[in-house]
């Protein structure tokens, strides 16, 4: 749905010339240059900027190509069709997410290793990073949690 609207995808082969033409713009040498120059949070305008040039290219409203581009996975009709959709798109190809074990109400497992939190020293250079176990450090920023704040895992993805 888009602003309350039913969702109509364009024909199949349609899409994967967007998806197709969204991973050419994507990997380009003026792209990568705008991800370089930029900070973290550049990165959504940029993207908003590269689908806005696909959805100019095929004649469609900005909001609408984004959404499709989006969400183009979940217009497959079969197994076909899905594998064609992640080979055109850059982010769907690279995906390494997967459905973990845990579920709602599951006990959380014990891990086998300290999970860290990678992050830049304050006045640290670009390429410093360091290594911080979350733990103790979610119990700095909330020193009087009785009991602790809840751990949450997630994964995320980069291009």
Not at 22 to 29: G, P, Y
Request: aromatic share 6%; proline share 8%.
């Amino acid at each position: 749905m888009l602003n309350g609207l039913v969702l109509i995808p364009p024909p199949m082969h349609q899409l994967l010339a967007m998806l197709r033409r969204e991973d050419e713009l994507r990997r380009s040498d003026e792209t990568l240059a705008l991800f370089k120059q930029g900070d973290i949070n550049d990165y959504n305008v940029i993207i908003d900027a590269l689908q806005a040039q696909v959805a100019r290219e095929f004649g469609m409203e900005a909001a609408l190509c984004a959404t499709l581009l989006r969400t183009a996975d979940r217009f497959a009709r079969s197994d076909t069709e899905l594998a064609q959709i992640v080979a055109a798109s850059l982010y769907r190809r690279h995906n390494r997410c997967f459905d973990g074990t845990v579920h709602v109400g599951d006990t959380a497992p014990i891990l086998r290793r300290p999970l860290h939190l990678v992050r830049r020293p304050s006045g640290g250079a670009e390429e410093e990073l360091e290594l911080v176990p979350l733990f103790p450090y979610m119990l700095q920023q909330q020193p009087h949690a009785d009991p602790p704040p809840p751990l949450v895992l997630f994964a995320g993805s980069y291009s």
